[in-house]
């Protein structure tokens, strides 16, 4: 499956999951403070993103897991521990914006259309790559 294609469904389940219009979703569109996603708004693009692409997401694996730590979060603040647990758990995700100003309160702010859309080619690639077959991306 080619860049664009898994870009064409993963716009599909966003339009449908927040209601949005096909135009807001480009790659560059952030989850909530481009397309007004709310929390309980992730576990339904979760879903409809195993839906569309047949397979399953583990918790924790798109979006983080609550990291609210004393080991990776003082003051609000995600710590370099945090931060590279953070990137070894998503690395899907850019998070050299973040890392300049890691407030815990801002990391639903990193999730991008395009994030989206390299997680789903790594897990494509990730069972193609498992069922010996040629990679799709």
């Known amino acids: 499956m080619t860049q664009d294609e898994i870009f064409g469904k993963v716009r599909t389940v966003l ?3 927040l209601g949005v219009d096909e135009e ?21 693009i979760v879903f409809r993103i195993e839906k569309a692409f047949g397979f399953k997401i583990g918790q924790g ?6 990291i609210n730590d004393p080991k990776y979060v003082q003051d609000g603040v995600v710590n370099a521990a945090g931060l590279a647990l953070l990137r070894e758990r998503m690395p899907h995700v850019d998070f050299s914006e973040f890392a300049k100003n890691p407030k815990l309160e801002k990391v639903s702010e990193i999730f991008t259309v395009a994030s989206l859309v390299s997680f789903v080619a790594a ?11 040629a990679k799709p991306v």
Do not use: C, Q, Y
């Open 123 to 133: 897990k494509l690639n990730a069972h193609t790559a498992s069922s010996g077959a």
């Open 15 to 17: 339009v449908d999951a």
């Open 61 to 66: 694996e798109l979006f983080p897991d609550n």
């Open 24 to 44: 807001e979703v480009t790659m560059g569109a952030r989850l909530t403070t481009d397309l007004h996603a709310e929390s309980i708004d992730f576990l339904d």
